[in-house]
Each structure stands twice: as structure tokens, then as C-alpha cells.
T-cell receptor, first 114, second 111 residues
């Protein structure tokens, strides 16, 4: 089942902060965050695993509430380069090596203006 | 260069035709995934291969098929194409516990 992202779109001025949320109706093993610029491939930002482990870029922060099946991506001191569409991808369960498919939300379009 | 290679980058074909999209995963990645992205649908999971074997299927039409070869490259075959199949098709690869690395995609236009 597709996770729900909010907001659908947000406009920020440079230097402002934003939070993007991702919510699932299923218990999750991991949540991923990606950024996609128009016409380009999605770029991996961060993975948050059940149990608290996180891996990703140093300048990106996110949280994962396992009990609520929710994750939030925190963008601070936004820069023009942060513009793009942010997707969360959820993995509902761990079924062993190779069972690692993601279901993506519809995306949050972030526009950073000067 | 992400390390995942997709060819061709663009494809224009007529309805009813068949096309093959190719993907070479990043070195060392055993999993290959295919996703379809259209404007109003986001990234839709089609199929996953792991070390040569089909591991999971998503919303893949019967007209579509895929395979992964011993050298781990994968091909997605789309047949009896319809206008609605026009989309960006992404291949991604991964290792367990890490994020996906996406290829640059194949933009398919069916006319």
C-alpha cells in the first residue's frame, strides 16, 4: 500500500526550514528518502531502519517513528539546490536477503526561491 | 554517473510494437528493480530480480516481462504497446540495507 506524503508541495525562501512527512498503514522495516529533479533520476538521501539505524548524507536529517509507521525529513537552512520532488519509499517487512522492494509515495514538490 | 546504466535514453515507437529496455546494475549489487514513472502515478514498482531470480512482482502488466542474465544485467520487454505505456522507466540496483541507485531512465513515447 502506498505511503502518504504531506505536504504535496511547499515553497520556501532560501534559508528557511521545511519538514516533509511520510505515513504508512503497515508496520515498516525501513523508510527511504529520495530527491528527484525534473527529468532526472531519483537520488538516494537517507535510509532509516527499524531499530534506529540510519544511513545517509551528513547534511540531511530524518526521523522514524516505528510505532506510528511515520517518518519525517528535515530540511534546514534550505538552498536553491534543495529544489525538487522528495519521495519516501517504504519497505513493509524484512523477509530475508533480496526482499527489498520499496513502495513510493506520490512525492512532495519543494521549491526554494531566492 | 550513478553506476547503473540504462539504454536507450529515449525511445519513440508506434502502438502495437515491442521494445526492450536494458539495465546494467552497479558493480556488486545483486538486486535489480524496474519502476515506471508517469506524471500522475509517481514511481510504480514493476518487478525485482535478485541474483538472477525473480523475487517480487508489482503492478506489471501481462504484456510486460523481464529477466536478469548471469552477468546480472536485466532487460524489460514491453509488447503490444499502448499510448498509456508512455512513461519514464527506471532501473535501480541495491545491496541490502542501503539505498537504491537509479539509472538515468528510459523515456518511452508511444505514438
Amino acid at each position: 500500500q502506498q505511503p502518504v506524503q504531506s505536504p504535496q508541495a511547499v515553497i520556501l525562501r532560501e534559508g528557511e526550514d521545511a519538514v516533509i512527512n511520510c505515513s504508512s498503514s503497515k508496520a515498516l522495516y525501513s523508510v527511504h528518502w529520495y530527491r528527484q529533479k525534473h527529468g532526472e533520476a531519483p537520488i538516494f538521501l537517507m535510509i532509516l531502519l527499524k531499530g534506529g539505524e540510519q544511513k545517509g548524507h551528513d547534511k540531511i536529517s530524518a526521523s522514524f517513528n516505528e510505532k506510528k509507521q511515520q517518518s519525517s525529513l528535515y530540511l534546514t537552512a534550505s538552498q536553491l539546490s534543495y529544489s525538487g520532488t522528495y519521495f519516501c519509499g517504504t519497505e513493509p517487512s524484512y523477509s530475508g536477503a533480496g526482499s527489498y522492494q520499496l513502495t513510493f509515495g506520490k512525492g512532495t514538490k519543494l521549491s526554494v526561491i531566492p | 554517473d550513478s553506476g547503473v546504466t540504462q539504454t536507450p535514453k529515449h525511445l519513440i515507437t508506434a502502438t502495437g510494437q515491442r521494445v526492450t529496455l536494458r539495465c546494467s546494475p552497479r558493480s556488486g549489487d545483486l538486486s535489480v528493480y524496474w519502476y515506471q514513472q508517469s506524471l500522475d502515478q509517481g514511481l510504480q514498482f514493476l518487478i525485482q530480480y535478485y541474483n538472477g531470480e525473480e523475487r517480487a512482482k508489482g503492478n506489471i502488466l501481462e504484456r510486460f516481462s523481464a529477466q536478469q542474465f548471469p552477468d546480472l544485467h536485466s532487460e524489460l520487454n514491453l509488447s503490444s504497446l499502448e499510448l498509456g505505456d508512455s512513461a519514464l522507466y527506471f532501473c535501480a540496483s541495491s545491496v541490502e540495507g542501503y539505498g537504491y541507485t537509479f539509472g538515468s531512465g528510459t523515456r518511452l513515447t508511444v505514438v
